[in-house]
């Protein structure tokens, strides 16, 4: 199973459509999961059109996203099991906020957003992931978004780096 994961997409404000090299990789993808600041619907209108879709809400989206999307989800994918949080929140850095919503159900995967700044790490057994953005990467070199390949009980997780969102 192929997952695309993505965040911070800030559209329309950051990019008028979805840069080229995101769009490789959601023509093969089996799902999408958007880590929040989606900013419009528009954003997952099309996103549906490569593969089901589901996130949460961040910080910067609009009434409409936060009742379509929870603040925090968890997903089984091939036994593995992942849980999903924008991070956003006062205290701590982004990363060990989102590894303390979490920390009691010992997931095997966290993502979470909100930073920009791509992250890959493993904290007490859990694997914390942020993809970073492919619209707006602030003050990083590059854009970014990650892939979750699942098979049977093992997975691998990566970023995508490309230096154009055209």
Do not use: C
Request: glycine residues 10%.
């Amino acid at each position: 199973m192929k997952i695309v994961i993505l965040g911070d997409t800030h559209m329309p404000r950051m990019a008028k459509a979805l840069p080229p090299r995101l769009i490789a990789e959601l023509e093969t993808a089996d799902g999408i999961i958007h880590t929040g600041d989606w900013q419009t619907l528009e954003v997952l209108h099309e996103l549906k059109r490569f593969a089901p879709v589901d996130g949460v809400y961040g910080n910067a989206d609009s009434p409409e996203i936060r009742e379509l999307f929870g603040r925090e989800k968890r997903f089984i994918f091939d036994g593995i099991a992942v849980s999903l949080v924008h991070g956003d929140g006062k205290g701590k850095t982004t990363p060990l906020r989102a590894l303390e919503t979490f920390r009691e159900e010992q997931p095997d995967i966290i993502l979470f957003g909100h930073s920009h700044i791509p992250y890959h790490e493993r904290h007490d057994g859990i694997v914390l992931f942020n993809p970073g953005s492919p619209t707006d990467k602030r003050r990083q070199p590059e854009f970014s978004f990650g892939i979750l390949e699942t098979a049977g009980t093992g997975f691998s997780l990566r970023h995508i780096f490309y230096s154009s969102k055209v």
